[in-house]
């Protein structure tokens, strides 16, 4: 195949500035994720009297040594606990990614139990339900360490309480899918979240430690007049040996670990798939750490995605597919760790020979069999008389309709701007992608802020003049407003608090993620669970 050729040049001004940027938004990423951690890790004493290990020990003990552990969302609900970002606590009290447990690929959920002894925070429950969707949409299994206080009761909202019950169907789900759901209750699993334990194809409790109750003691009182100890109401020797709803009695947190690895060991969930041998490969020709310089900082500068693929791809190899038709639109093929992959990227805004020439490119990688990687950097789809005559939103919205129902794994990574229906037609967030992931320098926007402040400023003005008297300065303070408003929504900092996109990468992990998640994919279209009719119930 055809090599990339660098046109990179790593000692001028220019990459330099744009490295010094991204290096600074990464690092920024960081400070958030090592708060949270952080904040977890302070409640080491308290846990250690209790003989307790730490939610991300656990997990530690629980996922194989030296395995790959690909973590999701973590900053998920920045900003909504508090609007001052030096004090705001990311990751919705939940710890979530894929991680390999006695040789399997997993989904692992972890209550972030060092933090509001666990309760979920803002997002978190948007958090759950996401990794619950992949799982089922990748075929993993699910292993939870539960230990939660649950709702925060002073924030109590109808809405969340009626959207939680879709993580309770969820669990049902994965079980009559066939995916076997295994938990471990650390500690407290009371009222709604008692289901979480209860709706586990394995239950683990460990003793003198796990609760479980529809009631607790308090609001048993409240309710009933009835009074009964934690142990007594939902202990874990009383759920093991009497209620049933317990299924191994663990002696303590590192026993139930090893309980739940030697049940996933046990179900042999591998049974039938050959093991795959790793195909020869070369790595690119050039250093993932020249990522950091290619993307401007101002995304009204160009750059070029074919460089970004140059450090990606095995060998810097890429067949480009139409490269003079539709040419800012990049369509092509190479390989990521040996396995084919498609891709579709930009160079500028999406025109109709361009849409027309992914829609074909989408379709026959379906036809292949080939997985599709968009890498979005585009300000969205061309616009004026010329266009229109030429029928970009016919054009278009076919390019949208075969993103829609390609067949085969779509996987999107927000590299740089991702504006209006170009975020569609690149298989943004609403179109579902198997796995979607940011860069720190990514924008996220129906339109820039400056365009949309100059549109309606301009529908402003016109509506003035039809008055009579046009006032300049409640135009300019009008339009920074919007501005305002739009790039205070538009960063990663705000779109991955909010759940549109499943974390922030350091672009040089760029192609570790994505041979990470290939292989999930493979996987996944490799095996097939035995579904039933309803999921696996309590004696």
């Excluded at 400070?31 to 003989?51: I, L």
């Excluded at 299994?141 to 109808?158: H, I």
């Excluded at 504006?419 to 690149?426: D, I, Q, T």
């Amino acid at each position: 195949m055809p090599q990339i050729d660098s046109t990179i040049s790593t000692s001028s001004m220019a990459y330099t500035a744009n490295r010094d940027h991204m290096l600074g938004l990464i690092e920024r990423v960081r400070v958030y994720e090592s708060r949270t951690q952080a904040k977890s890790a302070a409640s080491r004493e308290r846990f250690e009297k209790r003989q307790q290990l730490l939610p991300r020990e656990r997990l530690s003990l629980l996922l194989d040594p030296g395995a790959p552990f690909l973590e999701l969302s973590t900053l998920a609900g920045l900003g909504l606990d508090t609007a001052n970002l030096d004090a705001s606590v990311p990751g919705g009290g939940v710890i979530a990614g894929i991680g390999f447990v006695s040789g399997v690929r997993c989904m692992v959920c972890a209550s972030d139990a060092g933090i509001d002894a666990g309760a979920l925070q803002p997002m978190g429950l948007d958090k759950q339900l996401r990794i619950q969707e992949i799982a089922l949409e990748n075929k993993l299994p699910y292993v939870q360490l539960v230990e939660s206080a649950g709702a925060n009761l002073m924030q109590y909202r109808v809405e969340a309480f009626v959207h939680a019950g879709n993580v309770f169907r969820n669990l049902a789900r994965l079980s009559a899918a066939g995916l076997p759901v295994v938990t471990v209750t650390h500690g407290s699993s009371t009222a709604g979240g008692a289901y979480q334990t209860g709706l586990s194809d394995y239950i683990i409790l460990v003793r003198g430690r796990s609760r479980a109750f529809l009631a607790g003691p308090p609001l048993l009182k409240a309710a009933t007049g009835e009074i009964a100890t934690e142990e007594e109401l939902g202990g874990a020797v009383m759920h093991a040996s009497i209620s049933g709803l317990g299924d191994y009695l663990a002696e303590d947190d590192r026993d139930g670990l090893r309980i739940a690895r030697n049940i996933i060991d046990q179900i042999d969930w591998n049974r039938g798939q050959p093991p795959e041998l790793p195909r020869s490969f070369k790595p690119p020709r050039y250093d993932a750490e020249e990522l950091l310089g290619i993307m401007p900082a101002d995304h009204k500068r160009p750059a070029d995605m074919r460089q970004v693929i140059a450090r990606i791809a095995d060998d810097s190899d890429f067949l480009e597919f139409g490269p003079d038709y539709g040419s800012a639109t990049i369509c092509g093929h190479f390989k990521i760790e040996g396995y084919p992959v498609g891709v579709i990227t930009n160079n500028g805004p999406i025109d109709p020979a361009g849409a027309s020439k992914a829609t074909h490119f989408i379709q026959a990688c379906c036809q292949s069999r080939t997985p599709i990687l968009y890498l979005n950097n585009t300000t969205g789809f061309m616009v004026g008389r010329a266009y229109e005559e030429a029928g970009i939103i016919k054009h278009g919205s076919k390019m949208i309709q075969a993103v829609t129902s390609a067949t085969v794994p779509q996987i999107t990574i927000y590299c740089g701007a991702s504006y209006g229906a170009g975020n569609y037609a690149m298989c943004g967030r609403g179109f579902h992608p198997r796995f979607c992931f940011s860069w720190p320098n990514a924008k996220t926007a129906v339109m820039g802020g400056e365009q949309a402040a100059q549109t309606m400023r301009i529908v402003a003005e016109a509506g003035m003049r039809r008055k009579g008297q046009v006032d300049e300065a409640r135009l300019d303070a009008m339009s920074a407003r919007i501005v305002d408003l739009f790039d205070s929504q538009m960063s990663v900092f705000t779109t991955s608090a909010h759940l549109l996109d499943d974390g922030v990468i350091d672009p040089r992990d760029t192609r570790a993620v994505l041979a990470n998640v290939l292989a999930t994919c493979r996987e996944a279209e490799a095996r097939t669970p035995q579904p039933m009719q309803f999921s696996v119930a309590r004696p």
